[in-house]
């Protein structure tokens, strides 16, 4: 029972990890214990500040890149092969919305969201597939996660391309846990509901507009770092080793109590 939670020896990737959700992430796995840490995004300045936050507990590697491109995904997985034969775990968590009413809603919009939210995590996996396969054993894959959302599922959130994303990247869950089960390589989805981060602030950080929200969740009250690592570690640890392509809510009952986001 005592590993059973536990991520000692492994070696992590967590994108968008600088703030938000994959901080919270990045940081949990060092507290599970993880080997080593590897988080990337754009901005370098930020990213180095998460990294020598969660170097206080284990190893951490910054490596900033534009994971909106092939070319990005290169720069992380190229630093990545530089070091490792194999990794354990990769967290597809960089993402980005775009909001604009539906008259005026852009081109631009639809690319900008699709390029971050659907073909970023696609070439990443791409790149990394080698490396997780290396890595896995029968008795404990590797472990894909794909950060999805509640507007994946329900028409109350947003709307156009950041719901039509997310429902991409649930689909792309399933499809990949299919396609990797033979690889020993785990692929599971979370689909937050509201948590705090700069894509929420416009909500968190207003307090009516936070009072309303938490109000809309059963549970009473918006997502924190420790549902967020929570599931993430359950996910990644052997407690889930027989696990794969469950896309779970994680939203304290919103989407069970309305069926949307
Ligand atoms: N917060 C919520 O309530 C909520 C709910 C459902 C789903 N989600 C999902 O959770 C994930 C994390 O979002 P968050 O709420 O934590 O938002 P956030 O605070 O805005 O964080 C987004 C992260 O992604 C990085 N990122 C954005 N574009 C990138 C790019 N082109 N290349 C590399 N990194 C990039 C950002 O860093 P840089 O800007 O420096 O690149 C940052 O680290 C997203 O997939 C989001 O859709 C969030």
Redesign the pocket.
């Known amino acids: 029972m005592s590993d059973l939670y536990s991520l000692k020896g492994k070696i992590a990737v967590v994108?968008?990890?600088?703030?938000?959700?994959?901080?919270?992430i990045a940081n949990g796995f060092a507290d599970a214990g993880a080997e080593k840490i590897y988080i990337?995004?754009?901005?370098a300045e930020?990213?180095k500040a998460?990294a020598a936050e969660i170097s206080k507990k284990t190893t951490c590697i910054a490596v900033?890149?534009?994971?909106?491109?092939e070319a990005?995904a290169k720069v992380l997985a190229d630093a990545i092969r530089a070091d490792e034969k194999g990794i354990d775990i990769l967290v597809?968590?960089?993402?980005?919305?775009w909001g604009a009413p539906f008259e005026e809603f852009p081109s631009k919009g639809w690319d900008r969201v699709l390029?971050?939210?659907v073909k970023?995590p696609f070439f990443l996996t791409k790149e990394l597939h080698p490396l997780l396969k290396a890595n896995a054993t029968d008795a404990d894959p590797s472990r894909i996660i794909n950060?999805?959302?509640?507007?994946g599922f329900g028409v109350g959130g947003v709307a156009f391309s950041?719901g039509a994303?997310?429902a991409a990247?649930h689909q792309m869950t399933k499809n990949w846990a299919n396609q990797f089960a033979a690889d020993r390589i785990t692929v599971n989805a979370i689909?937050?509901?509201?948590?705090?981060?700069?894509?929420?602030?416009f909500i968190?950080e207003d307090e009516k507009a936070r009072a309303v929200m938490e109000a809309r969740v059963p549970l009473g009250r918006?997502?924190n770092p420790d549902d967020m690592a929570g599931l993430a570690v359950f996910l990644t640890a052997k407690s889930a080793a027989w696990m794969t392509g469950v896309i779970i809510p994680l939203d304290g009952g919103g989407l069970v109590a309305r069926g949307d986001?």
């Open positions: 994108t968008g990890g600088s703030r938000g959700i994959g901080f919270m990337s995004s754009r901005k930020d990213l998460a900033p890149a534009d994971l909106s491109t990005g597809n968590n960089a993402g980005a919305t390029d971050i939210n970023g950060i999805g959302s509640v507007a950041y994303s997310k990247i689909a937050p509901g509201p948590f705090p981060s700069k894509m929420m602030a968190t918006i997502g986001g």
